[in-house]
């Protein structure tokens, strides 16, 4: 008997048809662009922001439609982002920037950050039995220089009222925004440490629990203390009735910041320094911050032909980790107050000194320690603004751990700092505890010029990992042409060692910590050479960024997929 298959192929053929059409649809690689992005640039003329969260983003695009400068956007985004993302940031912490003036076609730096309190002393510590500085409650609170940051930036670069540039965030804070994914997960996981010092969870757990992705969050408390601020100016967080309420809950608290503290703080207008990086020109901020340590990576590099080694290989990635390990042995010796200390900036960054550091280097073989050269006498956010007229921003803001101390004071619907925990306490180092000093500070702002020009305003978040994302970021824009979404999307390293800025030093070689993404026989190579590979998950930073476009007068926008970013424009 013969049986008919013909249907049954028939429908065999059509279903291997389809599957082979679905099967080339979803595994081809993209059209443009490496296969490890997550989006096409943002491309627009008029103006430009790029912040972690979408609607900080809007608040700043909206500001520059009115006619708002890219400082009055950028103050704008970070007191939205201070509402929306309190894991990372908000008034009770520190501001650095870097602002290219179109007008004077120059650069300019100002350090927002914050003393310790007079009244506490290195011997307080040291009698007391402590190691280190605690990471968390009263003592390791600095003042925080956020609000007076935001004024000096105004009243230098600012088109706007700052009622008018603070408005968008009080009504957010008193009407409510739904809670995003990523904040919602970190509220939640730092929930436990936090609500025993009072004030947090009035705050940040009205209904006795922190909100869920999507839920409405309100915070009153903040919307009354940005109105208090927008009415009033700067003297009113420092002078006025905000000191005073911080000032008697530290002191309830156990802690010493004082009323005196708080009026006597002023942020410093400083000048950028530069290495220039196979022609460009990359700036960043002098201590007491870190953002000379992606200069020290990328003169040692600079050395090498990267761009023959490629992405990803081996060869890169080592160099990039025994560089990034050079670099830090002087931050952990050196970065420090340029008010206490004198610090040989110009040494550390200069060209010949990165060539006796690079002949340290063993191409071989991982070095479990380096010494700090001899020399003459966490979370944060970060976001880039950029307007019609040319000006562009690049902003990185930090309560330091996360929420940062949970000393909440009373009524005012934010978190203080911890800064002051990355204080040593030996009296022999740099960064030694003093009174009325600045500690050393991991957020770093970063800008790049071409000839003169303004060609790109970047940073990443994430302690430690901010230098060494810099350097990464750049290497794949200038040595593996990749463009500014890309070059943040692309896996990164983040070597972790012993070495802080309290005078410990690397010992052991370290821990290299992979993002997924990178060629496995290339990881085993760098076991070979001694690293200690590990695959991690989060400790990369989250990334944003602007680049101008000199020949045809646009903006390109990128943020990354790591955190709940947005880049956009008009």
Request: some cysteine; overall charge neutral; proline content about 5%.
């Amino acid at each position: 008997m013969l049986i008919n298959f013909l249907p049954v192929m028939k429908r065999t053929i059509s279903f291997v048809l389809v599957l082979g059409i679905c099967v080339n649809v979803f595994s081809q690689d993209r059209i443009t662009g490496k296969t490890f992005a997550t989006r096409s640039e943002v491309i627009a003329q008029n103006g430009m922001a790029a912040t972690s969260h979408p609607l900080a983003t809007q608040v700043a695009l909206d500001i520059l439609k009115k006619g708002g400068s890219a400082v009055d956007a950028a103050i704008a985004a970070n007191a939205c982002l201070g509402l929306m993302e309190p894991v990372s940031n908000g008034i009770g912490g520190d501001l650095f920037a870097i602002v290219w003036d179109a007008k004077t076609q120059q650069l300019y730096g100002l350090n927002g950050s914050g003393r310790s309190p007079k009244s506490l002393t290195l011997d307080y510590f040291l009698e007391n039995g402590y190691k280190e500085i605690p990471l968390y409650g009263p003592l390791p609170v600095s003042v925080p220089g956020c609000v007076d940051g935001w004024f000096e930036l105004h009243k230098k670069f600012g088109k706007l009222k700052m009622k008018e540039i603070l408005q968008p965030t009080i009504d957010y804070a008193r009407n409510g925004f739904p809670m995003a994914e990523l904040i919602a997960y970190y509220l939640e996981g730092s929930a436990p440490r936090y609500k025993k010092y009072p004030g947090f969870k009035e705050v940040f757990m009205p209904n006795g629990w922190t909100p869920a992705k999507g839920e409405i969050f309100k915070n009153p408390y903040l919307a009354n203390t940005l109105e208090i601020i927008a009415k009033d100016g700067r003297d009113a967080f420092y002078k006025g009735d905000i000191a005073k309420t911080i000032a008697k809950y530290m002191k309830e608290q156990g802690g010493f910041l004082s009323y005196e503290d708080l009026a006597t703080h002023k942020s410093e207008w400083v000048d950028p320094v530069s290495v220039n990086y196979r022609g460009y020109d990359v700036w960043e901020l002098p201590p007491n911050g870190q953002g000379i340590a992606a200069l020290q990576i990328l003169n040692i590099l600079e050395g090498y032909d990267l761009k023959s080694m490629g992405f990803g290989s081996e060869e890169y990635m080592h160099l990039f980790i025994e560089a990034k390990k050079l670099a830090f042995e002087d931050r952990a010796k050196y970065y420090s107050d340029p008010d206490f200390n004198d610090i040989p900036v110009d040494q550390l960054i200069s060209e010949d000194y990165a060539a006796e550091r690079r002949k340290l280097i063993n191409p071989d073989r991982s070095a479990r320690s380096y010494p700090a050269g001899k020399l003459g006498s966490g979370e944060t956010i970060y976001l880039t603004t950029a307007d019609k007229d040319g000006n562009m921003v690049s902003l990185i803001q930090s309560n330091y751990l996360g929420i940062g101390s949970g000393m909440t004071p009373t009524g005012l619907g934010f978190v203080l700092q911890d800064r002051g925990s990355l204080f040593a306490l030996d009296k022999s180092h740099m960064n030694v505890y003093e009174p009325g000093k600045r500690p050393f500070h991991t957020i770093i702002p970063a800008f790049v010029t071409k000839n003169g020009k303004p060609f790109f305003s970047f940073g990443v978040m994430g302690g430690a990992m901010q230098p060494q994302g810099h350097a990464q970021v750049l290497i794949n824009i200038i040595d593996f042409g990749m463009n500014i979404q890309e070059a943040g999307d692309a896996p990164r390293i983040n070597h972790k060692g012993s070495s802080q800025p309290t005078g410990s030093e690397m010992t052991d070689g370290g821990t290299v910590q992979l993002e997924s993404g990178f060629n496995y026989e290339v990881v085993r190579e760098l076991k070979k050479k001694g690293h200690n590979v590990v695959y991690s998950v989060g400790p990369y930073g989250g990334y944003q960024g602007i680049m101008w476009d000199d020949k045809n007068k646009v903006y390109y926008g990128a943020s990354e997929s790591r955190k709940d970013g947005q880049a956009a424009g008009y």
